[in-house]
């Protein structure tokens, strides 16, 4: 099993910055793709963006040029650093991660509990 938690979510002005953090913890074999997910009231959850093992990142064009993604591999960690935040960026953030158990070569998903980002405009 995976557990993540997810960390730094809040209230901030348009045009600010905040850091997303989630730890993976459990067995696992491997954790990879690492991401983030976002889901606004009244709308479906979307990809944010997703960072492999070896470093290869996937943005959602709504988020290029502002938000980077970052992992640690040996911690099990990944971050997602957010910049010149806009009032449609507010959604809940989700954390996700596919991993694969000692004892079977499929990969499953886990999702963290969400964390609140708000941007006033």
């Known amino acids: 099993q995976v557990q993540l938690v997810e960390s730094g979510g809040g209230l901030v002005q348009a045009g600010g910055s905040l850091r997303l953090s989630c730890a993976a913890s459990?067995?696992?074999?491997?954790?990879?793709?690492m991401g983030w997910y976002r889901q606004a009231p009244g709308k479906q959850r979307e990809l944010v963006a997703t960072i492999t093992s070896g470093g290869s990142t996937n943005y959602a064009d709504s988020v290029k040029g502002r938000f980077t993604i970052s992992r640690d591999n040996a911690m099990n960690t990944v971050d997602l650093q957010m910049n010149d935040l806009k009032p449609e960026d507010t959604a809940v953030y989700y954390c996700?991660?596919?991993?694969?158990?000692?004892?079977?070569?499929?990969?499953?998903?886990?999702w963290g509990q969400g964390t609140q980002v708000t941007v006033s405009s």
């Open positions: 459990g067995t696992f074999f491997t954790i990879n793709p």
């Open positions: 996700k991660v596919d991993w694969q158990p000692y004892s079977w070569s499929g990969a499953l998903a886990a």
